[in-house]
């Protein structure tokens, strides 16, 4: 953990198994924050008992501030939306959502009404705006999809387009979401298939109340 001249205005934790075949699912919660450490809570989902111990990795976002401007859409599920507006390849569109204090949206948690919020804002826009990066990968080890957020991908979350994923040419490892027609599979870095950037990001404010 580093140490900051002030306590941060918001910290935001996840974590995984150090051996990441291993099954799992945790619920990550800050409970205190000081100015160089923090009272983190760590509650396994996916099961009670199996393990005797277990080497967890952490990663930590740290938020001075919550200065971001007022273009981000709330849907009211406790994070903010924004769709960036030129086409890039997955690992630019992620860099841009972290450097905006977020990352590709992730569906895991997202029920269906606050889906179907989202879809409903961002269906206004023009065709080619409807096919965006979403935070979900199988790069670590294939046909096992992982959301950014380090948590597996549950069956009734997922929102494949017929025959898809599909792994063309063994290579697809990032997903792309098209609006009212489901996911598909694709490469993450090729520069000739770009897309929109749908970033998410915790609504600060609220968490903070
Ligand atoms: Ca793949
Ligand atoms: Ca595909």
């Known amino acids: 953990m580093v140490c900051l001249p002030s306590t941060p205005y918001a910290l ?23 100015h160089d450490s923090a009272i983190v809570e760590i509650e396994r989902l996916d099961s009670t008992s199996g393990w005797d111990w277990m080497s967890l990795t952490f990663q930590f976002t740290i938020y001075t501030s919550d200065n971001i401007g007022d273009d981000w859409y709330r849907p009211g599920n406790g ?6 507006p030129d086409k890039k390849t997955q690992r630019l569109a992620r860099d841009a959502c972290e450097e905006l204090g977020g990352w590709l949206i992730i569906y895991g948690e ?35 999809w992982i959301w950014d957020d380090w948590t597996p991908v549950a069956s009734q979350q997922m929102r494949w387009k017929e025959g898809e994923p599909n792994d063309s040419n063994r290579k697809e490892n990032c997903v792309v979401s098209e609006i009212q027609k489901g996911w598909f599979d694709m490469q ?19 968490k903070n109340n």
């Open 188 to 206: 993450c870095n090729l520069n000739g298939k770009k897309f929109y950037t749908l970033c998410e990001r915790p609504d600060l404010k609220l």
């Open 79 to 84: 994070y903010l939306y924004k769709l960036l």
């Open 110 to 144: 997202i029920n269906n009404t606050v889906r179907d919020k989202i879809r409903n804002q961002y269906d206004q826009l023009n065709a080619n705006s409807k096919r965006y990066w979403i935070g979900l990968t199988d790069i670590d080890k294939e046909g096992e």
């Open 12 to 34: 935001v934790v996840k974590a995984k198994p150090t051996d990441t075949s291993l099954p799992h699912k945790f619920r990550v919660k800050v409970d205190e924050m000081f």
